[in-house]
Every structure is written in structure tokens, then in C-alpha cells.
């Protein structure tokens, strides 16, 4: 579960942003829709823990997280939060699984490589277990991803313009994969985009202006 209020961000002098309050509970999908400016990043780095708010609360589980600081809100992202960046970065020299075991390392969990290789079956792409992640499709690419996000079962999964590159049938199909890893798992899902073509299949929804 996820919920924030009374949230607000201001960039020192520059923009400011006010957001409105979300609620997002384990294993439900909420889309953050609006177009380029309107603080859409912002957001998903408030939520993920990645800036501090300048006024309001953030709740992850029973955890306020303006209360956590430095190693405690890696340590705690790391266990609670999975994001799926627009653009993802892993180790190049590490292969799939290496990745994923990495992701549990630094979240203080043990390595589980039976739950890491059932991940990626359900994910399509247990037969690159052990390729380099140079050697991947763009699209396999984005399945690690996912699976990264998921690898230590977090308490919410956030979503960086998920479909933006994709056409209309490799976007739906994005987002049941999302959504149906998530439920797996237990996670609230919060997918930030501007893509308007999923107003049309996420009813629950936020639209920033």
C-alpha cells in the first residue's frame, strides 16, 4: 500500500509542483496521467524516495518515509519500493540472474535463485538466464526490468512511461504483464506516463495538469 498527502515539491528556484493525493493499494493499478511538464517525474521520484518532499507525507505500508534518511531509505527502497525506469541501466558485465541476484543483495536480502529463475519464467524470458544483457532485445530488456522490480516482492512497483516506445498491441500486452506480475507478488502498481492510450484500459486513474 501506497498513499501520500497534502504533497508538494518545489526545485530550489524554479518550478513548483502540487500533487494531488493518491491511494494505491497491494495489488491494485493506478495510472498518474499528464503530459510533458506537469511533474510526472517528480512524482515518481517523491514516491520512490529518490527526493524529499517539500510539504506532505508519503506512506509506504506503516511506514512514513520523510521519516527515513540516507542509508535507512536505500535500505528501505531497496525491500519496499521496485521501480522500472524509462530508460533501465543494469551491470553490463553481470548476465540476467547476476542482475537479479545483485538486486537482492543490496535490498539485505539472501540470494534466492529458485524464486529469481520462477520470476522469469512467468516473464517469458527464463531461457536468457544467463545472457548478457547487451546480447538482449530492447523488449527483453524491459522484462528484466520488471523482473528487477519484482525480485524482492515489494510493497509498491512504480512505472516510468512503460509503453512510450511500443505500438498499440506490445502496449496492452505491457500492461497486463505489469499488472498480473504485480498481483503475483502482492504490489501496488503506479504507472507514471503520458501515453493517453490507457485511459482507455485503467479505470482507476489521476490526471495531472
Known sequence: MIATKNLSYSYPGGESFVFPDIECKGEELLLVLGKSGVGKTTL??????????????IQIGNQIIQQLSGKKMDTFRGKNIGIIFQNNHFVQALNVIENLELAQTLAGN?????????????????????????????????????????????????ADEPTSALDDNNTFEVVNLLHEQARQVGSALI????????KEIIPNQIILH
Open 110 to 158: 539472501a540470494v534466492n535463485r529458485k524464486m529469481i529463475m520462477e520470476l522469469l519464467e512467468r516473464l517469458h524470458i527464463g531461457h536468457k538466464t544467463h545472457s548478457e544483457i547487451y546480447h538482449l532485445s530492447q523488449g527483453e530488456r524491459q522484462r528484466v526490468a520488471i523482473a528487477r522490480a519484482m525480485v524482492n516482492h515489494p510493497a509498491v512497483i512504480l
Open 44 to 57: 515518481l521520484h517523491l514516491l520512490g524516495g529518490l527526493i524529499t518532499t517539500s510539504k506532505g507525507e
Open 191 to 198: 504507472i507514471v506516463t503520458h501515453d493517453t492510450r490507457l
